[in-house]
């Protein structure tokens, strides 16, 4: 019963500050299951997707979103649950970003409302990467104080 209460105080401490990267993570998710749920979306004729298309087919952007969605998620849950890891979620967000700017390009010569949307999405996971490393650098910094104070 410990371990649940343990589990439940550290993430409830650690959900907020990282609520735009749950965020990020969640949108991931479910442009992967939208992919999945919506097999005919990228071959509708449209010029949006035929960026994305050239990398990779739609079934591979689906369960690649979905897989990293879902890996990105688990950092965050141990992130909070159970031991920091700010590296990490710094290397999650920073592999996020991946996914925004194909999503921007691809959208780019319609510009319209999913440019935005998606430039707004990889704005964030760059802040989400600035703030992930500062979380790394001060933990970091503790450790070699503690390393460094128990030699001394």
């Not at 969605?69 to 991946?98: D, K, M, Q, T, Y």
């Not at 010569?109 to 999913?114: D, E, K, S």
């Not at 500062?134 to 910094?141: F, N």
């Amino acid at each position: 019963m410990m371990v649940f209460a343990h589990i439940r105080e550290n993430f409830a401490a650690a959900f907020f500050p990282r609520l735009s990267e749950w965020l990020a993570g969640f949108v991931l998710l479910g442009l992967g299951w939208m992919l999945s749920a919506n097999p005919e979306l990228m071959q509708s004729g449209k010029t949006d997707y035929q960026l994305m298309l050239m990398i990779a087919s739609q079934p591979f952007w689906s369960s690649v979103l979905i897989v990293f969605a879902a890996g990105r998620l688990a950092v965050l849950l141990i992130n909070g649950a159970w031991r920091r890891s700010p590296h990490l979620r710094a290397l999650a967000a920073f592999l996020s970003c991946f996914f925004w700017t194909q999503i921007t390009l691809s959208f780019a010569p319609n510009f319209g409302f999913a440019v935005v949307l998606a430039c707004g999405w990889l704005g964030m996971d760059m802040i989400n990467i600035m703030r992930a490393m500062r979380d790394a650098r001060t933990i970091d910094d503790t450790y070699r104080r503690g390393i460094a104070g128990g030699n001394a």
